[in-house]
């Protein structure tokens, strides 16, 4: 099947309606607990994610084969209107979530329209219903109770290094070949030094001002930001194949004809992805941060390593989990370690109210995409 230019359009746009709503679950930590401000926090997603659907060219090839091929039985007849239709129910349904600020799911709504678009095309005799269960399904169910879990263990941890860390930091000096430890007193200890090449070294003071040191210093604050930049490029990693991939449903070939046509489709999306998270990011972005918790610096760092880790390790097991169900079950573990009444509960059900008709909406939107598009093309 030739691709059409029509459905690299309607990709391109399901990619920016992705960044629109999926960038905020990676770093509504760095704005909703101080680090920094939304815009500077949105690009500094933004980035990541272009890096990280980039980087999927060459390490997802799983993925892409699992939407493109893994949930369609061999030799089953799809016409392009298939393509163009899951395509424009994915889109709209996430567009309107964004629009509307309710974090959802990219990965749910691709399934949704996929199913739906099969049930309308050859009433789902064409589908894999095992491979929907046991490859989409059930990752996507458990990934919010393990994101839970794992955020109710790791933040006491995150939660005693930040009292024991809270205004000292580490600052790399290149000139001195030092790395020094400042107390909250502007104290500072010498970690390392070392001599090479038999140049002289600098001394370094006992006490001096933080901001006298000529180097690069590394807090909490850091840890924070490369751990949002990390949850970032995973997401970009996880959700750049899904798309991809639709571009594949019904061609013969399991992968890419030639390396430019893959290197093509994946820049294109990466490139989508990222207008979608500056232009568009903010109202998701602006939920998460505010309307489920407030959080301090350590609460943010904790749920922030709780998403980075988990979506990394699915994502190296080929396994489409959703970076918003794990992104916001984890900020939602964190209000509950403060109590439930530090939790807004009206946003979460809203949230899982969004997660629930995801599936529905998708589908009949695709379903609907489907019979227009066969009676006007």
């Known amino acids: 099947m030739e691709i059409s230019l029509l459905a690299f359009a309607l990709a391109f746009a399901l990619a920016f309606a992705n960044g629109t709503n999926d960038v905020s679950k990676a770093i509504a930590t760095l704005a909703g607990s101080g680090v920094t401000n939304y815009r500077s926090a949105i690009a500094w997603g933004t980035v990541w ?57 990219t990965t749910h709504a691709l399934i949704g329209a996929i199913v739906g678009t099969g049930l309308v095309a050859f009433a789902g005799e064409g589908l894999i219903w095992g491979a ?83 180097g690069l210093v590394m807090g909490l604050d850091t840890i924070h930001w490369i751990s949002s930049g990390l949850a970032s490029f995973a997401r970009g990693t996880n959700d750049a194949p899904k798309i991809v991939a639709i571009l594949l449903i019904g061609s013969s070939a399991v992968t890419w004809p030639n390396a430019s046509s893959q290197l093509i489709a994946f820049g294109g999306i990466a490139i989508a992805m990222g207008l979608g998270s500056y232009f568009g990011g903010l109202r998701v972005t602006e939920v998460l941060a505010e309307k489920v918790t407030k959080m301090n610096h350590a609460e943010g760092l904790s749920a922030n390593l709780t998403t980075s880790s988990l979506v990394l390790a699915a994502g190296s097991l080929g396994l489409p989990v959703s970076t918003t169900h794990i992104s916001s079950s984890a900020i939602i573990g964190i209000g509950l370690l403060k109590g439930r009444n530090n939790v807004r509960w009206t946003t979460v059900r809203d949230m899982v109210l969004a997660w629930v008709i995801t599936l529905p909406a998708s589908a009949l939107l695709a379903g609907g995409a489907y019979l227009i598009l066969t009676r006007t093309l």
């Open 49 to 105: 994610t272009i890096i990280g659907a980039g980087v999927a060219a060459f390490v997802a090839s799983a993925m892409v084969k699992t939407f493109s091929h893994g949930l369609v039985q061999a030799g089953t007849i799809i016409e392009p209107t298939v393509t163009l239709a899951v395509l424009i129910g994915a889109m709209v349904w996430i567009l309107f979530a964004s629009i509307t600020g309710l974090p959802v799911s």
């Open 132 to 214: 929907i269960g046991k490859k989409i399904a059930l990752p996507l169910l458990l990934s919010p109770f393990l994101a839970l879990t794992l955020s109710l263990l790791i933040h006491p941890a995150i939660r005693t290094l930040a009292k024991r860390w809270d205004g000292a930091c580490l600052c790399v000096m290149p000139a001195s070949r030092a790395l020094v430890a400042i107390d909250t007193h502007g104290g500072t200890r010498t970690l390392f030094q070392t001599s090479s090449f038999n140049q002289p070294i600098m001394a370094v003071p006992s006490q001096c001002d933080r901001a006298g040191l000529r």
